[in-house]
């Protein structure tokens, strides 16, 4: 989510977010960054400091109070006080106005890198009314509370996957952290595993709710996770 009172650098954020595969969200004011908080599945926040109803600071204090997400503050402010009180509300990186989108799309990257391995997996996954369950400690999926029998790879997909619900991954990103760097075949073999994986957890895979197909692209989740 881009929290930010100029549309413009809006635009050019999630233009150069959206070109590197990711989807999301805008915020104009820190109520409207609270409010999306509270009702949409977020990984990452890039938040303005300089907001017309509440301070950046104030909205960061707010994710910490009540989520592990990151945050990556922008701001034109450009006193060393300014950044040390920023990160320690908690921000975990701080990048400057101007600033180069491209620097910008780096240090999401490598925010995302540092903290999802961090970040705690829930006890329970669960979408759609508990008719698909994950348990991440278990490495166990359930259907409508039978337990599914999945491949190692296609277990890794689908987790992959469903915890960064909102983000969409190219075929050769999905066989790059499922398979492995070192494989040799085509990107496309990675549509086998989500055609096996659609007929074990989809109700009807020929329309799927679940494991969605980004035309052209790649694929993404499209469950939101509900515990």
Known sequence: ???DDEEKIREVVVSYLQNEGFLT???ATGAEALALLHSSIINLVILDL???????????????STSPIPVLMLTAKVSEDDRVHGLTLGADDYVLKPFSPREL????????????DDMPLADRLSFHNDELTIDPYQHEVY???????????????????AR???????????VEKVIGFDFEGDSRAIDQHIKN??????????????????????YRFGGGIES
Not at 105 to 116: E, I
Not at 164 to 174: D, K, P, S, V
């Open 1 to 3: 989510m881009i929290v």
């Open 105 to 116: 799309v780096a240090r999401v990257k490598a925010v995302l890198r540092r903290t999802q």
């Open 50 to 64: 300089m907001l017309p109803d509440k301070t950046g600071e104030d909205v960061c204090r707010h994710i910490r």
């Open 197 to 218: 994986l659609r007929h074990k957890i989809e109700a009807d895979p020929k329309a799927p709710i679940f494991i969605l197909t980004v035309y052209g692209v790649g």
């Open 25 to 27: 969200l805008e915020a």
């Open 164 to 174: 960064n619900a909102g983000r969409y991954f190219t075929r050769e990103e999905l």
């Open 143 to 161: 259907k409508n509370g039978q337990r599914v029998s999945l491949t190692p790879n296609e277990y890794k997909l689908l987790i992959l996957l």
